[in-house]
């Protein structure tokens, strides 16, 4: 099982930027390959960025590369607990959305990216852009 508590959201303006958090929780003493998710409003849900469970390895969609940056903080020892960040630059209104924090265990980094089939999910928080 893994626990995901997102927070940071908050109404912006054009231009402006955001910091989101995922607080990732596990009973494993690896980490979860962790992502980003957002649903706008009447919108399907689309993959916004990906970061391994060491932090080293990141991937974006098209939409937000050069944009968003996605990191991640795994504290002094690999207990299953961490912190996975999501930064927001030059937030545009097509960026209104609910964002997720996803998670899934994987064997290898090739197997953590958006197109992946992500196991647990936290309850999102909530970014509006108003130009």
């Known amino acids: 099982q893994v626990h995901l508590v997102e927070s940071g959201g908050d109404s912006v303006q054009t231009g402006g930027s955001l910091s989101l958090s995922c607080a990732v929780s596990?009973?494993?003493?690896?980490?979860?390959?962790v992502a980003w998710f957002r649903q706008g409003p009447g919108k399907e849900r689309e993959g916004v960025a990906t970061i391994s469970p060491g932090g080293t390895s990141t991937s974006y969609d098209d939409s937000v590369r050069g944009r968003f940056t996605i990191s991640r903080d795994n504290g002094p020892t690999d207990n299953g607990k961490s912190t996975v960040s999501l930064q927001m630059n030059s937030l545009k209104p097509e960026d209104t959305a609910m964002y997720y924090c996803a998670a899934r265990y994987t064997q290898t980094r090739a197997q953590c990216h958006l197109g992946a089939d992500f196991t647990y999910w936290g309850q999102g928080t909530q970014v509006t852009v108003s130009s």
């Open positions: 596990g009973d494993r003493r690896t980490s979860p390959c």
